[in-house]
């Protein structure tokens, strides 16, 4: 009788991660949570104009019992679930989709076209995984709604706009978000990615994502036919020429073993083979993680640009716009030495993985500026069998911002979910002062 009692009991005691992220209050909201992500998958909404995506998002908030409110900084929504004192812990999804066609052949693909800012008839997909990020906290919401005595202090989820545009962060900032709204001692965040199997989570302390620059250098020259081309000064050949000097600024200015990548992603001139033009353009990103770093990269780019041009003789100075800029993400070491510890209670020391930093950037930064010590950890999405072929081949899979990402969502939603549930849990079990004395008193800086 004693083993069979044993028996029942471990059985009923989630002793690895699968077992969590498989558990009673997970499945149970699992499949709405399914429906809401494929109905968000199959009807994305482009940056700025996530007004259904919105909508959807703050009805399900609002039935749980959250105090809802909508459009700050746009289309950005705000959602407090007070449950006595405690901590005010901040959980942050994106709202927007990518300008992309979908072609993962998934029987919920996007179909969407819609105009973009400029008028162009543009295909919309959740290319990013947004939508899962979004039905994996409507989840976690639900969960913690449902449970008030596991936890106490005040959540608040962020549905933020325009992250793929790295502007809707500030522009719920700038329209109050911590004025309005209790500022939060910790905020949290998560991103699915294929670089893990669907099942674990990643994990990092410090740098997570990068600083990003995004410049627009317009080079003049003076055109002419292109028979001629002693009478004119070609921008043409100086932006061959500028393009090909920057690739040394990191390996030949950068102190080896720093992060920076400089990136050309466009040139724009001329408009037909026998005109030399006027002008040139450049459309270039900065990738770097530290402040001085990031400073040298961008006074190289400048000297270099105008050097190339004085050689050349131009009569005017290029133009350089600084048009978007954020700043990387840091994980506040002492959360995320915290926070990896609840993980792997939650989900298995098997399933929680360090991962390095990544050149991509992020709007959440922004938070981050404003005082908010934050952990920003990844979600893996890769199907298993998938990613060991890849492994095994050398090849890689789909990355976000691909017409073909599609996360292995089961088990990768159940991941999240648990993963959300535990991570909140943790930071809202003892007072306010606790959780800030500890993150304070960390004894590592940034």
Same mark, same amino acid.
């Given at each position: 009788?004693?083993?069979?009692?044993?028996?029942?009991?471990?059985?009923?005691? !989630?002793?690895?991660?699968?077992?969590?992220?498989?558990?009673?209050?997970?499945?149970?909201?699992?499949?709405?949570?399914?429906?809401?992500?494929?109905?968000?998958?199959?009807?994305?909404?482009?940056?700025?104009?996530?007004?259904?995506?919105?909508?959807?998002?703050?009805?399900?908030?609002?039935?749980?019992?959250?105090?809802?409110? &909508?459009?700050?900084?746009?289309?950005?929504?705000?959602?407090?679930?007070?449950?006595?004192?405690?901590?005010?812990?901040?959980?942050r999804t994106e709202l927007?989709?990518? !300008?992309?066609? &979908?072609?993962?052949?998934? !029987?919920?693909? %996007?179909?969407?076209?819609?105009?973009?800012?400029?008028?162009?008839?543009?295909?919309?997909?959740?290319?990013?995984?947004?939508?899962?990020?979004?039905?994996?906290?409507?989840?976690?919401?639900?969960?913690?709604?449902?449970?008030?005595?596991?936890?106490?202090?005040?959540?608040?989820?962020?549905?933020?706009?325009?992250?793929?545009?790295?502007?809707?962060?500030?522009?719920?900032?700038?329209?109050?978000?911590?004025?309005?709204? !209790?500022?939060?001692?910790?905020?949290?965040?998560?991103?699915?990615? *294929? &670089?893990?199997?669907?099942?674990?989570?990643?994990?990092?302390?410090?740098?997570?994502?990068?600083?990003?620059?995004?410049? $627009?250098?317009?080079?003049?020259?003076?055109?002419?036919?292109?028979?001629?081309?002693?009478?004119?000064?070609?921008?043409?050949?100086?932006?061959?020429?500028?393009?090909m000097a920057l690739q040394?600024?990191a390996s030949r200015e950068?102190?080896?073993?720093?992060?920076?990548?400089?990136?050309?992603?466009?040139?724009?001139?001329?408009?037909?083979? *026998?005109?030399?033009?006027?002008?040139?353009?450049?459309?270039?990103?900065?990738?770097?993680?530290?402040?001085?770093?990031?400073?040298?990269?961008?006074?190289?780019?400048? $000297?270099?640009?105008?050097?190339?041009?004085?050689?050349?003789?131009?009569?005017?100075?290029?133009?350089?716009?600084?048009?978007?800029?954020?700043?990387?993400?840091?994980?506040?070491?002492?959360?995320? $030495?915290?926070?990896?510890?609840?993980?792997?209670?939650?989900?298995?020391?098997?399933?929680?993985?360090?991962?390095?930093?990544?050149?991509?950037?992020?709007?959440?930064?922004?938070?981050?500026?404003?005082?908010?010590? %934050?952990?920003?950890?990844?979600?893996?999405?890769?199907?298993?069998?998938?990613?060991?072929?890849?492994?095994?081949?050398?090849? *890689?899979?789909? %990355?976000?911002?691909?017409?073909?990402?599609?996360?292995?969502?089961?088990?990768?939603?159940?991941?999240?979910?648990?993963?959300?549930?535990?991570?909140?849990?943790?930071?809202?079990?003892?007072?306010?002062?606790?959780?800030?004395?500890?993150?304070?008193?960390?004894?590592?800086?940034?």
């Amino acid at each position: 009788m004693k083993i069979v009692q044993l028996l029942l009991l471990m059985l009923s005691v !989630p002793l690895y991660g699968e077992a969590l992220a498989k558990s009673k209050e997970v499945e149970t909201v699992y499949p709405e949570a399914l429906a809401l992500y494929q109905d968000l998958h199959q009807s994305p909404e482009l940056s700025s104009h996530e007004n259904q995506t919105a909508a959807k998002l703050a009805s399900r908030l609002r039935n749980l019992g959250y105090e809802v409110t &909508e459009q700050v900084g746009g289309t950005g929504i705000v959602a407090l679930l007070k449950n006595g004192a405690g901590p005010t812990v901040m959980l942050r999804t994106e709202l927007d989709a990518l !300008p992309v066609e &979908e072609k993962t052949g998934l !029987p919920y693909a %996007s179909k969407v076209r819609t105009k973009d800012n400029s008028g162009r008839d543009v295909p919309v997909m959740h290319a990013c995984g947004h939508d899962l990020h979004m039905a994996t906290l409507v989840a976690t919401a639900t969960i913690l709604a449902h449970s008030k005595e596991t936890w106490h202090g005040t959540i608040m989820l962020i549905g933020q706009p325009a992250e793929e545009t790295i502007s809707g962060a500030r522009q719920m900032i700038d329209d109050g978000l911590f004025k309005r709204f !209790p500022k939060p001692d910790v905020g949290v965040a998560l991103h699915v990615f *294929n &670089e893990t199997p669907a099942g674990k989570v990643g994990v990092g302390s410090g740098f997570r994502y990068a600083n990003a620059d995004s410049l $627009r250098i317009t080079i003049y020259g003076k055109g002419g036919h292109g028979s001629a081309p002693n009478t004119t000064i070609d921008p043409v050949v100086i932006a061959a020429r500028t393009i090909m000097a920057l690739q040394t600024i990191a390996s030949r200015e950068v102190k080896p073993g720093e992060a920076a990548v400089i990136t050309v992603g466009y040139v724009q001139a001329g408009t037909k083979n *026998n005109i030399i033009p006027d002008q040139a353009e450049l459309g270039i990103t900065v990738r770097t993680y530290k402040p001085e770093i990031r400073k040298q990269v961008l006074a190289a780019i400048a $000297r270099i640009v105008k050097a190339e041009a004085d050689a050349a003789g131009v009569k005017r100075e290029p133009m350089i716009e600084h048009n978007e800029s954020t700043d990387a993400v840091y994980d506040d070491p002492a959360l995320a $030495r915290r926070l990896t510890g609840a993980l792997e209670s939650a989900l298995g020391k098997e399933n929680v993985v360090e991962v390095d930093p990544i050149m991509g950037s992020e709007d959440y930064s922004y938070f981050i500026q404003q005082g908010v010590p %934050s952990f920003y950890f990844g979600l893996g999405g890769a199907d298993p069998a998938k990613y060991a072929q890849a492994k095994a081949s050398g090849e *890689n899979l789909p %990355s976000n911002h691909s017409s073909l990402f599609a996360p292995d969502v089961d088990p990768a939603m159940h991941t999240g979910i648990a993963a959300e549930v535990a991570v909140l849990r943790n930071l809202l079990s003892g007072s306010a002062n606790e959780l800030r004395q500890a993150i304070a008193h960390s004894g590592e800086a940034k």
